[in-house]
């Protein structure tokens, strides 16, 4: 397929709390949402969920830092995001407490009308993994649906 959506983390220079004293360092990484389009990652900037720092993404969990801009309005809000979604998703989405590249990796697949499942929570007990999903039909409706799985599953 040409046009398809990928969520992927960047590495920051910034140290969560609990890690500050962790040698070699652990940098927080935070996810970002990307459209790539004929094997061309889309031009963005995204900002750190955690120090607040602009990064230009450049390639897939690849970002330079942009230094001397300071917070980036011009960047969408999970509140922008709202604006087009339908009411009553945007409303389960909310309590959901996903993130930014969540909603963005949702309404892409919303946007080009594409069928897909997206994990949005998962609980794990032992070796049983209970994922909440919400499937995206290509007509444009939803359903949320439970999954349980027994072998280990990467989940974003
Ligand atoms: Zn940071």
């Known amino acids: 397929m ?3 959506g990928i969520r992927h983390l960047i590495e920051c220079h910034c140290v969560l709390p609990q890690y500050r004293n962790s040698n070699p360092p652990v940098f927080h990484k935070f996810i970002v949402f990307s459209a790539i389009n004929d094997d061309q990652v889309q031009k963005k900037l995204a900002q750190c969920n955690n120090c607040g720092i602009l990064h230009r993404i450049v390639d897939i969990c690849k970002s330079e830092i942009v230094h001397g801009l300071e917070e980036g309005s011009s960047l969408r809000s999970i509140e922008d995001l709202k604006v087009s979604f339908p009411q009553r998703l945007s409303d ?7 993130d930014i590249s969540t909603w963005e990796f949702i309404e892409f697949l919303i946007d080009n009308k594409l ?12 070796d049983i993994t209970q994922l909440k999903i919400l499937q995206i039909n290509a007509d444009g409706t939803f359903k949320i649906r ?4 027994q072998d280990d599953v990467e989940v974003l």
Do not use: S, Y
């Not at 389960?92 to 996903?98: A, G, N, Y």
């Not at 069928?115 to 032992?126: M, P």
């Open 92 to 98: 389960f989405l909310v309590t959901q407490k996903l």
């Open 115 to 126: 069928e897909k499942d997206v994990v949005i929570n998962k609980t794990e007990a032992g």
């Open 146 to 149: 439970n999954e349980t799985r």
């Open 2 to 4: 040409a046009l398809e």
